[in-house]
Nanobody, 115 residues
Framework: QVTLVESGGGLVQPGGSLRLSCAAS????????MGWYRQAPGKQRELVAT???????NYEDSVKGRFTISRNGAENTVSLQMNALKPEDTAIYYC?????????WGPGTQVTVSS
């Protein structure tokens, strides 16, 4: 049983920064890929950024140049550095980890961008 726990969410003003972290209960290199997804009220969950076992990253267009996904193998964490935040980034952010066809989700952390 894999456990993922997100942290780092909160309230930030437009233009501000937040850093989200996802702690995994197992070696993160056991996963084919890990990533961050978000779900805003009334909208479907969408991909934000992913990183695969080889270190290749992928970003949703609206966050390119503002968000950076990274990982720390020693701590078994994957992080999302979010800069230049906009009100439309407001959502619950979820960590996801995939091993073949098995997908694991964290409980999510709320990010609110508002003045």
């Amino acid at each position: 049983q894999v456990t993922l726990v997100e942290s780092g969410g909160g309230l930030v003003q437009p233009g501000g920064s937040l850093r989200l972290s996802c702690a995994a209960s197992t070696n993160i290199f056991d996963f084919n890929d890990m990533g961050w997804y978000r779900q805003a009220p009334g909208k479907q969950r969408e991909l934000v950024a992913t990183i695969n076992v080889g270190g290749v990253t992928n970003y949703e267009d609206s966050v390119k140049g503002r968000f950076t996904i990274s990982r720390n193998g020693a701590e078994n964490t994957v992080s999302l550095q979010m800069n230049a935040l906009k009100p439309e980034d407001t959502a619950i952010y979820y960590c996801r980890a995939r091993i073949l066809r098995r997908i694991n989700w964290g409980p999510g952390t709320q990010v609110t961008v508002s003045s």
